[in-house]
């Protein structure tokens, strides 16, 4: 079994910046494909970003140049740093992990960009 625990969400001033962190259990982490989900109130869940195990990224096109995701495979860890934040970023944030068809979310971490 696999637990992803995310942490770093708050609020934030629009142009300011947060890391979140996703510390995974289990031993799957390094071949695992990490990736970093929004949900906005009222709206589906959506990808913002996913790393493979091979390092390999993938961005959304709306957080593109403003968001970068990395691994830490030593650590089970995976980030994701937020650049230039805007009102539209406001979401619960949540953690994936993906190997060999199997999937695991965390329980997600609020994410408010407001003055």
Same mark, same amino acid.
């Given at each position: 079994?696999? +637990?992803?625990?995310?942490?770093?969400?708050? $609020? @934030?001033?629009?142009?300011? #910046?947060? %890391?979140?962190?996703?510390? /995974?259990?289990?031993?799957?982490?390094?071949?695992?494909?990490?990736?970093?989900?929004? +949900?906005?109130?009222?709206?589906?869940?959506? $990808? @913002?970003?996913?790393?493979? #195990?091979? %390092?390999?990224?993938?961005? /959304?096109?709306?957080?593109?140049?403003?968001?970068?995701?990395?691994?830490?495979?030593?650590?089970?860890?995976?980030?994701?740093?937020?650049?230039?934040?805007?009102?539209?970023?406001?979401?619960?944030?949540?953690?994936?992990?993906?190997?060999?068809?199997?999937?695991?979310?965390?329980?997600?971490?609020?994410?408010?960009?407001?003055?």
């Amino acid at each position: 079994q696999v +637990q992803l625990v995310e942490s770093g969400g708050g $609020l @934030v001033q629009p142009g300011g #910046s947060l %890391r979140l962190s996703c510390a /995974a259990s289990g031993s799957i982490f390094g071949s695992s494909i990490m990736a970093w989900y929004r +949900q906005a109130p009222g709206k589906q869940r959506e $990808l @913002v970003a996913l790393i493979t #195990s091979v %390092r390999g990224t993938n961005y /959304a096109d709306s957080v593109k140049g403003r968001v970068t995701i990395s691994r830490d495979n030593a650590k089970n860890t995976v980030y994701l740093q937020m650049n230039s934040l805007k009102p539209e970023d406001t979401a619960v944030y949540y953690c994936n992990a993906r190997v060999d068809g199997r999937m695991w979310w965390g329980q997600g971490t609020q994410v408010t960009v407001s003055s």
